[in-house]
């Protein structure tokens, strides 16, 4: 079945460095990869996302990457802040098959001050 | 603008009680709806999806179910719980499969 593999699980960065956490995917037909963040019990939330027809996308500190004839995927964070800590999960799904979305078993980032 | 409800926010119950868990989404029509399970310190583990009143899919067999009566309202149940239910069960829609999830603030469920 589908299946997102997310490395690393656990991330501790110094404030002010950069962070990135990686995943693939195995169902070559997913075409959108969204990348969500979830504090202490709370709900997770989206932070960006990207479409298979684009490469990169930024959004002020963070960006992703998609590699589609890797499988692969991207998330990077530059000049973290302590409010960055929190659990970063990817995500991957496909607008047919009853568009489920399969998710990483997520990554926990520290960024200390 | 559209907004999900999820109900209790936290419940604790005896092993081989039943339980139900109510989602609702306002707002939208004819939304996919999720239902999510994450175990402490864990990742998100999909559980039963729905495209449509009555559609219901099933990713992981186990002592639980799930209904759409209405377009907007997904419930899911259990006759009997185990202890290995407990979790934090979180209810999501989505436009289709190019949209990102919206996430109900989440049930956090203790099995004694």
């Known amino acids: 079945g589908e299946n997102v593999e997310q490395h690393p699980s656990t991330l501790s960065v110094q404030e002010g460095d950069s962070a990135v956490i990686k995943c693939t995917y195995s169902?070559?037909?997913?075409?959108?990869f969204p990348w969500y963040k979830q504090e202490l019990g709370k709900r997770p939330q989206l932070i960006i996302d990207?479409?298979?027809?684009?490469g990169e996308k930024k959004d002020q500190r963070i960006a992703v990457t998609l590699n589609k004839t890797a499988k692969h995927f991207s998330l990077h964070i530059t000049e973290t802040q302590p409010e960055d800590s929190a659990v970063y999960f990817c995500?991957?799904?496909?607008?047919?098959?009853?568009?489920?979305?399969?998710f990483g078993a997520g990554t926990r980032l520290f960024v200390k001050a | 603008s559209q907004t999900i409800h999820q109900w209790p926010a936290t419940l604790v119950q005896p092993v081989g009680s039943p339980l139900s868990l109510e989602c609702t989404v306002e707002?939208?029509?004819?939304?996919?709806l999720y239902w999510y399970r994450q175990a402490a310190g864990r990742g998100l583990q999909l559980l039963f999806y729905?495209?449509?009143?009555?559609?219901i899919s099933s990713e992981v067999p186990q002592n639980l179910s799930a209904s759409r009566p209405q377009d907007r309202q997904f419930i899911l149940s259990s006759k009997k719980l185990l202890l290995s239910d407990s979790g934090f069960y979180l209810c999501?829609?989505?436009?289709?499969?190019?949209?990102?999830?919206?996430f109900g603030n989440g049930t956090r469920l203790t099995v004694t």
């Open positions: 707002g939208t029509s004819n939304p996919n």
């Open positions: 995500a991957a799904s496909k607008g047919s098959g009853g568009f489920k979305t399969i």
């Open positions: 729905s495209v449509g009143i009555g559609q």
């Open positions: 990207i479409r298979s027809n684009v």
């Open positions: 999501a829609w989505g436009v289709d499969g190019n949209s990102p999830l919206h």
């Open positions: 169902d070559s037909a997913s075409n959108y």
